[in-house]
T-cell receptor, first 111, second 112 residues
Framework: ELKVEQNPLFLSMQEGKNYTIYCNYSTTSDRLYWYRQDPGKSLESLFVLLSNGAVKQEGRLMASLDTKARLSTLHITAAVHDLSATYFCAVENFGNEKLTFGTGTRLTIIP | KAGVTQTPRYLIKTRGQQVTLSCSPISGHRSVSWYQQTPGQGLQFLFEYFSETQRNKGNFPGRFSGRQFSNSRSEMNVSTLELGDSALYLC???????????FGPGTRLLVL
């Protein structure tokens, strides 16, 4: 059974600092997603990573995928308050629409 | 293009009742998936429909069921509600299997 682990669960960081969220998964997978969720809201798609070595960047967020290590990272550069949210990684196997989600990382940016 | 819509947005029911939630996917999307989100269990997959056929099902009891109509709209039903069914129910749609899933705003169900 596919398991997805995220760490840390909670992250409190100052504005302007850099940090990384880690996502490990237990079995070979074809796609890895990063989603953002604001309190009381739905999930917003951030990145889709399809192959080993894939790197995608949007603003202050950069996601990467290492399929050999079964590891994805979400790097935050020079954090700003607007990035405060819960971030989820999710793994999907080809031909199976089911997403297996990590536990989420609640990120709080302190001014 | 309009996003995924879900109705109702909020619902209060009592134990033993049943509930039906509705999801309209993004126009042109044929795959619809349902997820349950709770503080204790996180986000869990319920089921997925494509072209009116259930293709995948998560580890939920038979009280949870769903269907998809020819226009790709989907409904999920929960019978004999239990307190533990209180959750945010999210619907997601995609063009087809393997494409990015876009989530709706969710239906927040409270069972008293």
């Amino acid at each position: 059974e596919l398991k997805v682990e995220q760490n840390p669960l909670f992250l409190s960081m100052q504005e302007g600092k850099n940090y990384t969220i880690y996502c490990n998964y237990s079995t070979t997978s074809d796609r890895l997603y990063w989603y953002r969720q604001d309190p009381g809201k739905s999930l917003e798609s951030l990145f889709v990573l399809l192959s080993n070595g894939a790197v995608k960047q949007e603003g202050r967020l950069m996601a990467s995928l290492d399929t050999k290590a079964r590891l994805s990272t979400l790097h935050i550069t020079a954090a700003v308050h607007d990035l405060s949210a819960t971030y989820f990684c999710a793994v999907e196997n080809f031909g199976n629409e089911k997403l297996t989600f990590g536990t989420g990382t609640r990120l709080t940016i302190i001014p | 293009k309009a996003g995924v819509t879900q109705t109702p947005r909020y619902l209060i029911k009592t134990r033993g009742q049943q509930v039906t939630l509705s999801c309209s996917p993004i126009s042109g999307h044929r795959s619809v998936s349902w997820y349950q989100q709770t503080p204790g269990q996180g986000l869990q997959f319920l089921f997925e429909y494509f072209s009116e056929t259930q293709r995948n099902k998560g580890n939920f009891p038979g009280r949870f069921s769903g269907r998809q109509f020819s226009n790709s709209r989907s409904e999920m039903n929960v019978s004999t509600l239990e307190l533990g069914d209180s959750a945010l129910y999210l619907c997601a749609s995609s063009l087809r299997t393997g494409q990015t899933q876009y989530f709706g705003p969710g239906t927040r169900l409270l069972v008293l």
